[in-house]
């Protein structure tokens, strides 16, 4: 047998416990970078922003893989699937494809695809007062008034607001909604989506007086009830004015302790104390 020295003995225990610790070393660093495999699925997207009434075709569209977990429901798998499909709502860059945001198969692509089985689209004339500046854009919900000569006659005109809460489909012969919003774009026309009632109201209108459009927020779903003006009220009532914001209640009043009496006693004398 060979006999080793102490020294090669430390050597050779040193380089055992130094492997050992490399084989460790390697195995956490191997467990903590180790890449999770998740299952992943196909998925259609948007390649570039599309606006309604426009029908799809492969330049618009991309494939992408996404973790199966995220997928939302109704996604498009396939771009042979939604071949010459027409867009309902405005899609985004990168947005997955949904079924649900697709008018039925067949439909034509363009603004009358979009139409609701009972409404139709109205356009009417505008100008840079009666479109609200050219901030109207297509989405938006208007109301419409109109001004024209009052039934009693005697020269009275009468305003009255006939439509309201009414979608703004275009402007001019332009259905992009991508269009910026901050710039506005003054046009001769714009669509609005109506019932066949709403259009033969507002049809009548355009002929016998002038209409304007008024801009609504999109939250307000309330229907105004008003009388309309004539001419001879716009100075035999009082004026209009902004309700008043509701003021917080005030903080009831601190009231001052109630006093407190006491009794002295000095001696044979009692004295009553007010504190």
């Known amino acids: ?27 956490y660093i191997t467990t903590r970078t180790q ?4 299952p992943t699925g196909q998925v259609v997207v948007a390649e570039v922003d599309i606006a309604p009434g426009t ?8 494939v992408d893989q996404w973790p199966r977990d995220i997928i939302p429901p109704r996604t498009v798998r396939s771009p042979q699937e939604v071949q010459g499909r027409v867009v309902q709502t405005f899609i985004a860059k ?10 039925p198969e067949g439909t034509a692509a363009g603004l009358g695809g979009l139409l609701a089985p009972d409404k139709l689209a109205v356009t009417i004339k505008t100008d840079e007062v009666t479109g ?25 005109h009468i305003s009255k607001i006939i439509l309201q809460n009414i979608k703004v489909l275009s402007k001019g012969q332009i259905f992009d909604p ?20 709403q259009a033969e109201a507002l049809n009548l209108a355009t002929f016998q ?18 009388k309309g003006v004539v001419t001879s009220q716009l100075v035999s009532r009082p004026a209009l004015a902004t309700p008043p914001a509701v003021a917080p209640p005030s903080p009831p009043e601190r009231q001052a302790p109630a ?14 104390a007010q504190l």
């Open 1 to 27: 047998m060979v006999k080793l020295t102490p020294g090669v003995k430390y050597f050779l225990l040193a380089c055992l416990v130094g492997l050992v610790a490399v084989v460790l070393i390697h195995r």
């Open 35 to 38: 890449v999770v495999q998740v």
């Open 55 to 62: 029908a799809l075709e492969p330049r618009l569209l991309r």
């Open 94 to 103: 990168g947005e997955p494809i949904l079924t649900t945001k697709l008018a």
């Open 132 to 156: 609200v500046a050219g901030f109207i854009n297509p989405g938006d919900r208007v109301d419409v008034l109109v001004e024209l000569p009052a039934p009693e006659g005697q020269g009275e």
């Open 178 to 197: 991508t269009a910026p919003k901050d710039k506005p774009q003054v046009v001769n026309t714009v669509t609005l989506e109506v019932t066949p009632e």
């Open 209 to 226: 007086g002038k209409i304007r459009l008024a801009l609504r927020n999109q939250l307000n779903q309330a229907m105004f009830m008003t």
């Open 259 to 272: 006093a407190v009496s006491i009794e002295v006693i000095k001696g044979m004398k009692r004295e009553a």
